[in-house]
């Protein structure tokens, strides 16, 4: 099985700064075949089942906001929020779907100091 | 607008049953796969299972296979898990998902309580 490792495990920021989680796979998930990142991020806020914001590593699902972007390839991803906001207080998940069986990673826990 | 509602969790005892539902409406279910993902208590996500559009593929993770079957009902919008030998470590809440990679769209789950 693919391991997905997020780190940090928490995160507390400001009201406007750039918040960074990243992902690492144990395992490539760019497949040689279409040059693909078989790699998502999702949101998922308290009380409430998850969200997608972003596959193929970078691709942000739609109505989600341009604030939020994805990057890397390989075993080495990061999501990024360009100004945190009130309302992106989460947890977040990477996720693998390079491999059965689907694999998460631990999640991010961010929120607002 | 496209939904799914998990039913069915409950209370069980260890080595009992219990059967999932999700519904689904506002999206041509048939054109879809389906997945269960369950979520621990205060913990992560965890991929269960999947099915393809006519049920003729089917996919476990490992913990659960031989004890979870997943299945469909095209004619009812309808997918099922069907949990049998449950364990304490099956204790989660098990959210229904459309998709096969990727999951743009989850109902909001429903707990399974393994206890004796």
């Known amino acids: 099985d693919i391991v997905m490792t997020q780190s940090p495990d928490s995160l507390a920021l400001s009201l406007g700064e750039r918040a960074t989680v990243n992902c690492k796979s144990s395992q490539s998930v760019l497949s040689s075949s279409n040059n693909r990142n078989y790699l998502a991020w999702y949101q998922q806020k308290p009380g409430q089942p998850p969200k997608l914001l972003i596959y193929?590593?970078?691709t942000r699902e739609s109505g989600v906001p341009d604030r939020f972007s994805g990057s890397g390839s390989g075993t080495d991803f990061t999501l990024t929020i360009s100004s945190l906001q009130a309302e992106d207080v989460a947890v977040y998940y990477c996720?693998?779907?390079?491999?059965?069986?689907?694999?998460f990673g631990q999640g991010t826990k961010l929120e607002i100091k | 607008e496209v939904q799914v509602v998990e039913s069915g969790g409950g209370l069980v005892q260890p080595g009992g049953s219990l059967r999932l539902s999700c519904v689904a409406s506002?999206?041509?279910?048939?054109?879809?796969?389906m997945t269960w993902v369950r979520q621990a208590p205060g913990k992560g996500l965890e991929w269960v299972a999947n099915?393809?559009?006519?049920?003729?593929?089917?996919y476990y993770v490992n913990s659960v296979k031989g004890r979870f079957t997943i299945s469909r009902d095209n004619a009812k919008n309808s997918l099922y898990l069907q949990m049998n030998s449950l364990r304490v470590e099956d204790t989660a809440v098990y959210y229904c998902?459309?998709?096969?990679?990727?999951?743009?769209?989850w109902g909001q789950g429903t707990l399974v309580t393994v206890s004796s």
């Open positions: 998902a459309r998709g096969v990679m990727t999951f743009d769209s």
């Open positions: 996720h693998q779907y390079y491999s059965l069986p689907y694999t």
């Open positions: 099915i393809k559009q006519d049920g003729n593929e089917k």
């Open positions: 506002g999206f041509t279910f048939n054109d879809y796969w």
């Open positions: 193929w590593a970078s």
